[in-house]
């Protein structure tokens, strides 16, 4: 079995990868933290308790995180997640209390009262509480298993041309987690792009027939319809579901060994991440970076999970 948390900003792709770790068999979800970037800290943390209501989570501890980058001035993406950050279904009230801790303070809690190399950190937004927790209590970085990083491209962007949202969303915050002496598998566009959720799927999702599936399928759509809008899709990209399927099972996509650096003071290019595949720079590979992604794959684990939370 393997542990993990997972460190989010729900977000519909966050929402599936949420309902992902906790609905199938190998996946222990430890903490559910959450960072602003999609929307606000609060208003993603109150999506994260709305998504742990409808999918019957309800002894996992939710902790919410910084509001701010470390350096920049904030971003969020109403444009692709709506006003609230998890916009089309009605959200159902909370049915757990917030954890008083800091998401940070519930990060290093469980890295350290964990067997070293037990644990594997999820994050799905941008990077500011690994980077928090990183400078806090360094001894996480010796500890944690890997971390699985939903973030950066190596072709282009999707919020300038050269940078992802999770990435420019706090680039200082991204620098120090893959500066970080730890093993890190880089989850970016290029692999998430194939993740499309198609009609096929959908139709696959709602045929589970139960409020959770329901919920997905509303997910679905509104996400798709401001995919199609502003990026010009035919399907969602459900990006943050691969870095869970990553841990459910290796088989779900390739990756390549390479450094990865993250772009700070570029005109153009701020928030970049540049990867170095023919290793012209004589740096260390530093990162997994995903490549190719097994589809199938990915969506019968995900139908597997949503069908496992609406059986309770
Ligand atoms: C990333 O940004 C957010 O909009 C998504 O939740 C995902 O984590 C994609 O660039
Ligand atoms: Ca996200």
Known sequence: VERMIIDCDPGHDDALAIILAAGSPNIDLIAITTVAGNQTAEKVTRNALA??????????????????????????????HGESGLDGPVLPEAQIELDPR????????????????TITLVPTGPLTNIAMAMKLEPRI?????????????????????????????DPEAAHAVFAGDWPVTMVGLDLTHQATADADVVARIAAIDSPLSAFVVEILAFFGS??????????????????????????????????????????????MTVIDFTNLLGEKANTQV???????LLWNMTIDAISALSKG
Request: one cysteine or more; hydrophobic letters at 45%; a negative charge.
């Open 51 to 80: 998504v742990c209501a409808v999918a019957g989570i309800l002894t996992v501890p939710v902790a919410q995180g910084a509001s701010v980058p470390l350096v920049r001035a904030q971003r969020v993406a109403p444009d692709i």
């Open 226 to 271: 401001t995919y199609r809008e502003v990026q010009g899709f035919d399907a969602p990209p459900v990006h943050d579901l691969c870095c869970v399927a990553k841990l459910v099972d290796p088989a779900v996509f390739e990756t390549e060994d390479a450094f990865v650096g993250v772009e700070l003071t570029g005109t153009w290019t701020t928030g």
């Open 141 to 169: 970085v010796d500890r944690v298993k890997r971390v699985i990083l939903m973030g950066g491209s190596y072709t282009r962007g999707n919020t300038t041309p050269a940078a992802e949202f999770n990435i420019i969303a």
């Open 290 to 296: 995903a490549t190719t992604l097994d589809k199938d």
């Open 102 to 117: 800091h998401a940070v303070t519930l990060i290093i809690d469980e890295i350290m009262s964990n067997e070293p190399g």
